[in-house]
């Protein structure tokens, strides 16, 4: 059985946690999610109501069943990173970038949504040169870092990342994901 690695903390967004979570057990997939603490994390809901950009509420809670801090990643097959605003202030730990380095050194499927991608702008070796996508506001984060940003599409596959743009692409960013842990 394949063990899916999944990393959040408070802000995560609720419907890019539970919805990847769901799935991969509904497929066979030993999941676990890490955070930095292990206590019941508050998730969010970014909606589009007529704002320039989403307004967030609360949702539900999650609870981790892993401390970032014991992670070993040669121990998982795959990584995948939801948004929110957890990856803010996710991508400033340590040992966060060295998790999700040792993804990309090894090849190993990664699943990056929405916000996900700041966390790469902390560690830019791993998206420099590579093509992805993310939320519209991560662009400028995602070019500096040295990656191309994908705006004709909401998700990229790029050999073993894939990412999209948000929680509406859920269907298509699981079905891309699922398609690199079944190789």
Request: charged letters at 25%; a negative charge.
């Amino acid at each position: 059985m394949s063990k899916v690695l999944i990393l959040a903390g408070d802000a995560v967004e609720a419907l890019e946690i539970y919805y990847p979570y769901y799935r991969l057990v509904e497929e066979g997939y030993d999941v676990t999610i890490a955070a930095p603490k292990k206590e019941k994390l508050q998730t969010v809901v970014h909606d589009f109501t007529g704002w320039d950009t989403y307004e967030e509420k609360q949702a539900y809670f999650i609870e981790p069943n892993a401390l970032i801090s014991d992670i070993k990643p040669a121990e998982f097959d795959a990584l995948l990173i939801p948004g929110g605003r957890a990856p803010e202030y996710l991508r400033l730990d340590e040992k966060v970038q060295s998790i999700v380095k040792h993804f990309f050194a090894e090849n190993k499927p990664i699943g990056a949504i929405c916000h996900a991608s700041q966390i790469f702008e902390a560690i830019p070796e791993v998206i420099n040169g590579r093509t992805l996508t993310a939320y519209t506001a991560c662009k400028p984060g995602v070019e500096l870092a040295g990656g191309t940003y994908v705006s004709d599409t909401t998700y990229h596959v790029d050999g073993n990342l894939v990412s999209a743009h948000a929680w509406p692409d859920l269907p298509v960013f699981m079905r891309e994901f699922l398609k690199l842990l079944d190789k």
